[in-house]
Every structure is written in structure tokens, then in C-alpha cells.
DNA sequence: GACTCAGGACCCCTTACGTCA
DNA sequence: GGTGACGTAAGGGGTCCTGAG
């Protein structure tokens, strides 16, 4: 695997193709698919279907097209015939295999999957540094390993959110429960204090108790559903 | 020291491609 | 084989921070 990006860029075989500016590349359907022939062809068998899409609609492999092309007019020349007969080439094969892989866009393999998620339990964020060692330990670019790091810690964030959202959404659901038992209750103490006479009627406070053993009501000879409601002049131990 | 500006890092949203049911 | 859902690499815009002038 000698070709790396960076040697491709070297190769000058995408300054021939047109595009001066990344502005011809912001569709990365209208273009790309010329930038990827060009490239196939300075890589082994091996090599295309390992690195050859690496090279897709890449920004900064594009401004580095760019720059070869605006900084190297002459050579640019000097290599126009040989990329009309790679173009050429190209033509003649874009039916068969070298087509179908040239449409692929990048996938990291299970390996460097594996160690970019190994990296990524130990620090979800890296410097410079750092990204520049584990993108020459997976034969990748920099770029590719900051954008695996920033979508990875997007899928972090997201599922986070959702636990979040899972939670808040059972705390929810036990606050309405816990809610309608509150009504409910309310509900029969008012039905309660109705129906005594007038002359026996105290503070709710003072003649409702809640059993801390057992949540029930007791006072005033109800027996009610729970939560029981506890007054001053009752021994919360004996109400059960 | 305050200000401006460029560059880098990051986040968020979006797009487009590959895979799978 | 066609299709929609889903996962994911990558693009682009915006914000924030930092160092230089």
C-alpha cells in the first residue's frame, strides 16, 4: 500500500480534468465521478478497492487539485495528451468493474473502525497531534479521521438525547400518574367533607392522615385509596 | 491594553451513497 | 430487480477561541 493520498495528489493525473475551482465539485453528483476514474488508474487492483475511493469528493483533495491546477499551467500542458488517452482509457472501461468501485464512496474497513472506536473511548476528542499519528496508523487522512471523530460524537450526543428523552419521557408518564391519584383523592375529600355535618367538620389537615407505612388514608372513618393523609392529633403508627 | 482579523476546531444540519430487508 | 429505511462519510455554514498585528 505505498500510494497514500497525498502521493496520488503528486501523481498530477487529476489536472487535466477541468476543475480549477471546488466550486465545480459542490454537486458531489454532477462531478466527482471523472476525479475518481483519473485516480483508479495510478493504483494497483489492490489499491482500488482499498484506496481508490478514499479519494471521492474529497474538499481538501479537491483544493489540492485546485491548487495544482491554478499554480502549474504548463505542466498542466504537458500532461494534457497523456490524460485525454487516461481519459480514453477510462471511457473504455467505466462499463465494467473499475465503474461500479469508482461509484463507492469511502468505507473505513472493520479494522480502522475498530481502532478509531478504541481511540474514541479513551478521548472523544483529539489534537492535532494525535490525529495526525492515528491517521499515519490507518493509512487514512487526517481530514477523515477529525470528520470519523465529529460524527462519532454526534451519534454520541444523539443517543444520549435519546436516553435523556426516555427518562424524562417515564418521569412524565409517573408525575400524570402520580397526578391523577392526587386528583382523585382530592376528589373524595371534598365528596368527604360534603358529607359531614357542618358542626363536625375540622381542618383536612387535622383530621386526614396518610399512613407513612402504608400510604392509606385513614381519619373521619373513611377507608381510602392511598395516599393517606395524615393530621396532627393522629398516631401515624397506630392509623394502620 | 483594546481592537481587528485570520485561521483552526468544533458543532449542527444536510446531502448523497452503500447496504439491507 | 425495485424500493424505502437506515447508517454513515463528507460538505457547508455558523460560532467560538486564540494568536498575530
Redesign the pocket.
Known sequence: MGNTCDDIYGTGLTLGLGFSS??N?????QA?AAIRFDLSLSLTSDQKTENK??I???????SAASSYSNGSVKRERDIGSEVTQVERVISSRVSDYDYDNA??????TKVQ?ALLEESFKQQ?????KQ?QHLARKLN?RP??V??????????T?LKQTEVDCEFLKRCCETLTDENRKLYKELQELKALKIAQPLYMQLPAAATLTVCPSCERVTGAGQNSSKPHLYGPFTNPSAAC
Open positions: 471546488t466550486a465539485l459542490k454537486s458531489r453528483k466527482p475511493v478514499n471521492s469528493s474529497n474538499k481538501d483533495q479537491l461509484r463507492k464512496k469511502l468505507r473505513l473502525s472523544s476528542t483529539l489534537n492535532p490525529k487514512v481530514r477523515q477529525e470528520v470519523w471523530f465529529q460524527n462519532r460524537r454526534a451519534r450526543k
